[in-house]
Nanobody
Framework: QVQLVESGGGLVQAGGSLRLSCAASGGTFTTYGMGWFRQAAGKEREFVASTIWSDGRTFYGDSMAERFTISRDNAKNTVFLEIQSLKPEDTAVYYC?????????????????WGQGTQVTVSL
């Protein structure tokens, strides 16, 4: 059973940074696309960034590449999301997702497995 467990969220002041982690287990992820998504209160879940497990190529949503960096540690089956210069509008629940069907840009509908999410709250 594939499991994704996020960590690293919290309350941070505007301008600060965070590194989120997603630990994956229960599957062979070398052919998977792994992504980060976020969902603010009252809004739809949106694509932030993704990486291809096998070769490390990265993909970002619109305007996300400026302050978001996705990376992976194959040995630890962990995907990271670093967020720089946090803004109040970054406040959301951040989810890790895995797709066995797609790599590259990952639509929400392509995700087969979701983590439970980690809350990021940015204060002024």
């Amino acid at each position: 059973q594939v499991q994704l467990v996020e960590s690293g969220g919290g309350l941070v002041q505007a301008g600060g940074s965070l590194r989120l982690s997603c630990a994956a287990s229960g599957g062979t992820f070398t052919t998977y696309g792994m992504g980060w998504f976020r969902q603010a209160a009252g809004k739809e879940r949106e694509f932030v960034a993704s990486t291809i497990w096998s070769d490390g190529r990265t993909f970002y949503g619109d305007s996300m590449a400026e302050r978001f960096t996705i990376s992976r540690d194959n040995a630890k089956n962990t995907v990271f999301l670093e967020i720089q210069s946090l803004k109040p509008e970054d406040t959301a629940v951040y989810y890790c997702g895995a797709s066995s069907r797609r790599r590259g840009y990952l639509p929400v509908a392509s995700i087969d497995y979701w983590g439970q999410g980690t809350q990021v709250t940015v204060s002024l």
